[in-house]
């Protein structure tokens, strides 16, 4: 691995030599002598500095969009070297959608953690968006969505099926067992996902095939924070059956559809196909596969 290149991205994203210095293990002078090393190989600037922070160049923002891309090839190369060497170990960088990563996940990361215990994997929650940059970016090895998407670079595999419904208070208007009325949904407060959600994205969805137009929307980042401010009246939502399960259950939350209304999507997993492809990937994608068989009730 060129050292120059990881300093350098360190000091980019930590924005600070001290603190480059301090995440690499190694002292400042090295840092700036690893940058100055870097600008003398390339003959050109490629960080602006001050007493406070440093910022890049133009050649200092094409430099560290390649050195990424390096330096993710290069710990690809060693995992796949290790796999090759000493069989089913190494490490995963899995990048989820909020629904996915916070309701299901964690049982296939049980699942994985006992069939492949010397496989170290870490864990990124963001909206699917985020997932699908993240995974074309390198910064995670498969990412798994809950949106309609196709890519001619990514590998997209749907895996399994999401009830997706429309919830309210327990004590809403709506009374138990009423089917309400299109109506009757377009004068609600809507609570809803931010953009780039794939809770957001088949809420949409749904309302626009219903030709609802929400009275007033409140958008959140939170699939907690929605629940919580639909439990306490405010409004209702469009929500994965997963994630109200115990809501449910305690009879807080109650599903709320127009008749014949059912919305369904996939969730799917992403990477970026390789000709020497992590056996890390391939193990992990057989486990989430095993979930599509684990249904909420």
Not at 194 to 223: F, M, Q, W, Y
Request: hydrophobic share 40%; proline share 3%.
């Amino acid at each position: 691995m060129d050292q120059r290149l990881l300093t350098f991205v360190t000091v980019v994203e930590e924005k600070s030599f001290t603190r480059a210095a301090a995440v690499l293990h190694i002292t400042q002078p090295a840092v700036t002598q690893h940058i100055q090393n870097l600008e003398s190989e390339y003959q050109v600037t490629l960080l602006e500095r001050d007493k406070r922070s440093v910022s890049l160049t133009k050649a200092g923002k094409l430099v560290f969009h390649q050195a990424k891309q390096i330096l993710a090839h290069d710990k690809e190369t060693r995992r796949l070297v290790d796999e090759l060497l000493y069989g089913e170990c190494g490490s995963i960088v899995i990048s989820a959608s909020f629904t996915f990563g916070e309701y299901i996940l964690p049982y296939v990361l049980r699942r994985f953690q006992k069939l492949y215990p010397q496989i170290a994997f870490t864990v990124n929650i963001v909206n699917s968006d985020e997932v699908i940059h993240q995974v074309r970016n390198r910064e995670a090895d498969i990412g798994i969505i809950e949106t309609e998407f196709s890519s001619e670079s990514l590998k997209v595999v749907p895996f399994a099926q999401d009830t997706v419904s429309f919830i309210a208070a327990s004590n809403h208007d709506f009374n138990l067992g009423e089917v309400p009325t299109v109506e009757g949904l377009a004068r609600q407060t809507w609570i809803l996902r931010e953009k780039g959600s794939g809770t957001r994205h088949i809420a949409e969805k749904a309302l626009e095939e219903l030709k609802i137009t929400p009275a007033h929307v409140l958008e959140l980042g939170s699939i907690q924070i929605i629940k919580g401010t639909v439990e306490a009246g405010l409004g209702v939502s469009v929500l994965s059956n997963w994630t109200v399960r115990k809501e449910l259950s305690l009879n807080t939350l109650k599903i709320i559809n127009p008749e014949g209304v059912v919305l369904t999507r996939s969730f799917s997993y992403i990477y970026l196909p390789t000709e020497w492809q992590t056996k890390t990937i391939q193990l992990f994608a057989g486990c989430l596969t095993e979930i599509s068989n684990f249904q909420p009730k």
